[in-house]
């Protein structure tokens, strides 16, 4: 699926922090994440699943997280009904990642609406995305 595509989300609720497919599934609907300190990156259909970003954006690969290296690891929560009271997660790997707060998380909105329609589509997720904007790509790993 090309970055540069306009992606219409399939998810009727974005950014909460209580979700609507928990509520209606009868779970816990207050969705915890690793860091508190940065804003709400969720989405959810209301009914068949749920996706949040878990924590801040890292440094990828950690061995160089001396501030060389100008990729990103996103690391996503996420339920859906196919695979009911599991808690998986996906990693999307941003190469070459403008790191300015506002463009940054421009672009986290769009993986999050990216991961949704691939999960509304086929009820799991890949281990590992990479999104590559020099190829126009986002794509399993």
Known sequence: MSISEVAVSCASYRNFSLCPHCEVTGQPATLCRLCEGLPMISRSD??????LLADQPLPYPMERSSGKTRNLS???????????KQTLSTIVLLRD???KRHSLFRKIEVVADLLSEELSRCGKLANVY??????????PS
């Open 46 to 51: 209301g009914t068949t699943f749920h996706l």
């Open 74 to 84: 996103l690391c996503f929560w996420y339920m859906h009904a196919g695979q009911p």
């Open 130 to 139: 990479e999104l590559d904007e020099q190829h126009g790509g986002f794509q």
């Open 97 to 99: 990642a403008d790191k």
